[in-house]
């Protein structure tokens, strides 16, 4: 990754690597909505993180805790694509890196320090795809067409 990326993308111009993503991001129709696409994906996890779900929100955060986070690894994003997901991600995440269980290196975005008080178990890709994925596939599309 050659261009100039600002923010929390800095690192990831600096050391490129691909994106683990474990929630909202794991599905298809999100990611062809936000990016107009769906990138190269790799079933992934992470070793001593879980996806909890948050109070009031229908998308996890990724937390330390015992068990494995399981995922997928995006691993041909271009600059404007990271600045897309970068955008779309709220400002309590933090852009980590870390080490996935087969030894590659990534990004992700995690939360290791949300108040446990916002968390509400385990978060459930099953019951996000049945309950709110619909929904949330045309919510994505209205914030990427931007303002009326």
Same mark, same amino acid.
């Given at each position: 990754?050659?261009?100039?990326? *600002? ?30 696409? %769906? ?9 001593? $993180? ?9 998308? *996890?955060?990724?937390?330390? !805790?015992?068990?494995?986070?399981? !995922?997928?690894?995006?691993?041909? +994003? ?11 991600? @709220?400002?309590?995440?933090? +852009? ?17 320090? %949300? *108040? $446990?008080?916002?968390?509400?178990? @385990? ?10 994925? *619909? ?14």
């Amino acid at each position: 990754m050659t261009a100039r990326l *600002p923010g929390r993308l800095a690192a990831v111009a600096a050391r490129p690597a691909p994106l683990f993503v474990y929630g909202t991001l794991r599905f298809a129709a999100v990611l062809q909505a936000l990016l107009g696409r %769906v990138p190269t994906a790799a079933a992934s996890a992470a070793e001593g $993180w879980r996806a909890a779900a948050l109070r009031g929100r229908c998308y *996890p955060v990724l937390v330390p !805790g015992s068990g494995r986070a399981d !995922g997928l690894l995006l691993t041909d +994003l271009a600059p404007n694509e990271w600045r897309v997901i970068d955008e779309f991600e @709220d400002d309590f995440y933090d +852009l980590t890196a870390l080490t996935l269980t087969e030894g590659q290196q990534a990004y992700c975005y995690a939360c290791p320090h %949300v *108040p $446990w008080q916002e968390l509400d178990g @385990d978060w459930d890709a099953e019951s996000f795809a049945r309950r709110a994925l *619909p929904g949330f596939v045309a919510e994505c599309r209205q914030w990427r067409a931007g303002p009326c």
